[in-house]
């Protein structure tokens, strides 16, 4: 699967920043980039709907079914239409997931 590139967020969501500063101390660069495809998938699987303004539909909302009476087969069809609403191909990313639902 093709990697995307674009800006990196920490482990918090936020941006992560590392700056760089030139010998007169100003911050001449910071933001880090690099592949974005996983955190892209974590956002999609961790969004709620309702969470994002740009598309509120948007959001698998993985922490509600930890509970829920959903098999494997409704997870996967439900993160598939997420993903897919989110520009990622489901079938090509699945064996990086590590999904086990009980």
Known sequence: MKGRKGILLNKDFGLAIQPVRNADGKITRGLLLGDTLDQEAVVVLKLHQGD?????LLGVGLTKYMRGKLDRSQIESRVRVHFTRAGLDYDDYKERLKLKVQ
Do not use: A
């Not at 994002?52 to 509120?56: I, V």
């Open 52 to 56: 994002l303004k740009e598309d509120s």
